[in-house]
């Protein structure tokens, strides 16, 4: 049998039996048997329909700062930024984000200028800047680069062109929606998997769509998707694009549909 | 099952689960490799005699309905091993004219390859490793079931895990974990078979100092509860 705990209720049983002469025994026995659970997230404001499919929302802002970019794989040019002109793909990176609840962020309405050549946006307006709430989770993305910026189309050994240049979507992902803050007693809050692709050219109109992979807590069995919408930039400047003058941080929501 | 429709013919099964059959060619010229992780030596593609472990890689293939890639009927020898017996699934049975892609693979992951001839010991001496030189690969695969392109950036996918290749292209087949997916699979547990069906017209960027070295196409034989 399976019994369902909390870390501080193990921890505080565990000391008890191994303070107690001679049961040092059952309480490693007890511990063998017992699945750890992370504190419940109370803040993930969860509805869950007729057919059991439970829903909620989560806002991250990217921490620019954290975007970390890896260009030794590259098919293309090392050295170069122009990202969407060359062939990108074999870049890896990292980057981090802060979580919220879902609606923390209000909804940008003015479109704003961005990129060059790029039309303006209302997703490029600045939404948040990190005062007003502190973050509940951590949000961390890796994975690889999907830009094919060259030109000139991949052709086969036989000429036959296969392959055409595509600039979105950017990245290949994978995410971990951490549903508490690390600390020393916290390393294992809730946590969400998800895997898919991010980030288009026209951030009026992205959305992503990701599948969910696992978790942990209450999300140990889930499976289900998330879907990714933008919503504004925030204060902080992404390191990979740091040669074009503030290029702000996206802010994302994500709604999560997952059966428990 | 979902009443959503599924975006490939699925077949169902008497204990309620489905299969689905789908082909991939490997685009060859996507093969982006990275061996700054490496335990071994760098900048050397003789993979079988070091330990390319730490090795990341990203590849895309092309998805085509399940049976549209031929099967090979000619053994075929490979540059890149030419003392190696000739083997079916070396032929290149594929060019790209034959069918429209119907989608996208995105394969990611770390070579598992350990091919130093010296095993690996402990502060002891005691061995506690060999030469592993097959499977090749520890990877993570997306599905993509539509083509991307303005207006379809979010086709419905399935994910998987697992390793794979193996160092017999006539007998290789891997069993690999499907992770998740979405739109109508977005509730899917089940399992995929990949196997081997010859090669196709593209060159394998990662072993560009052999000659001519094809990339391979694969059968992937999905069995999913939705």
Same mark, same amino acid.
Request: aromatic content about 8%.
């Given at each position: ?23 040092? #025994? &059952? ?31 989560? $806002? ?5 700062? #954290? ?10 040019? =090392?050295?170069? =930024? ?12 990292? +980057? ?21 050549? @790029? ?42 062109? *296969? ?31 998800? &895997? ?7 951030? $009026?109109?992205?959305? %992503? ?36 003058? $503030? ?14 | ?21 789908? $082909? ?27 330990? *390319? ?20 009927? @000619?053994?075929?020898?490979?540059? *890149? ?8 699934? %070396?032929?290149? +049975? ?12 995105? %394969? ?30 520890? #990877? ?34 891997? +069993?690999?974990? +499907? ?33 001519? @070295? ?13």
């Amino acid at each position: 049998m399976t019994i369902e705990t909390d870390r501080r209720t193990l921890m505080a049983g565990a000391g008890a039996l191994v303070a107690a002469a001679g049961a040092a #025994s &059952s309480a490693l026995a007890q511990a063998r048997s017992t699945t750890v659970f992370p504190p419940v997230a109370d803040w993930l404001k969860m509805t869950t329909d007729s057919e059991g499919v439970t829903r909620f929302a989560i $806002d991250v802002a990217v921490i620019g700062n #954290s975007d970390t970019i890896d260009p030794s794989g590259r098919i293309g040019p =090392k050295d170069s =930024k122009d990202f969407f002109n060359i062939d990108l793909r074999g870049d890896t990176f990292q +980057v981090e984000g802060a979580v919220y609840p879902g609606g923390t962020f209000a909804m940008p309405t003015v479109p704003v200028a961005g990129r060059p050549g @790029v039309p303006k946006s209302v997703h490029n307006t600045e939404t948040w800047d990190f005062t007003r709430t502190k973050p509940s989770g951590h949000w961390l993305s890796r994975g690889w680069v999907l830009i094919n910026g060259q030109a000139e189309p991949n052709r086969d050994k036989k000429g036959t062109i *296969v392959e055409q240049r595509r600039t979105e979507p950017h990245l290949l992902t994978e995410h971990n929606y951490v549903f508490g803050r690390f600390d020393e007693g916290n390393l294992s809050p809730e946590m969400l998997v998800s &895997s898919g692709m991010d980030d288009t050219n026209d951030a $009026d109109t992205e959305t %992503n769509i990701r599948a969910i992979l696992g978790g942990t807590g209450r999300f140990r069995f889930a499976r289900g998707q998330v879907t990714k919408t933008r919503i504004g930039r925030n204060t902080t400047i992404l390191r990979t694009f740091a040669d074009f003058g $503030d290029a702000f941080s996206p802010n994302y929501r994500f709604a999560f549909e997952l059966k428990l | 099952m979902t009443a959503e429709p599924l975006p490939l013919p699925a077949t169902a099964n008497p204990d309620g689960s489905f299969t689905i059959v789908v $082909d991939m060619a490997v685009l060859g010229h996507t093969d982006a490799a990275d061996d700054s992780g490496r335990i071994g030596q760098r900048n050397t593609q003789k993979y079988f005699g070091i330990d *390319v472990r730490g090795d990341s890689y990203f590849v895309e293939g092309l998805l085509y309905p399940g049976g549209s890639i031929p099967s090979p009927k @000619v053994p075929t020898r490979m540059s *890149v091993n030419p003392n190696a017996p000739a083997k079916l699934n %070396n032929e290149q +049975v594929w060019d790209f004219t034959g069918a429209k892609p119907i989608g996208h693979l995105f %394969n990611r992951g770390w070579v598992l390859i350990n091919g130093q001839a010296e095993p690996n010991r402990d502060t002891r001496g005691t061995i506690v490793e060999t030469t592993r030189t097959a499977p090749h690969l520890n #990877s993570t695969h997306n599905f993509v079931l539509g083509m991307l392109g303005p207006g379809s950036l979010s086709p419905p996918m399935l994910v998987t895990a697992g390793v794979e290749n193996g160092n017999d292209p006539d007998d290789e087949m891997v +069993v690999r974990a +499907v992770t998740g997916g979405t739109g109508p699979f977005r509730f899917a547990n089940g399992q995929v078979r990949q196997q081997r069906i010859g090669r196709n017209s593209t060159i394998l960027r990662t072993f560009s100092s052999y000659a001519d @070295v094809f990339a391979p196409n694969y059968r992937f034989i999905f069995t999913l509860k939705l």
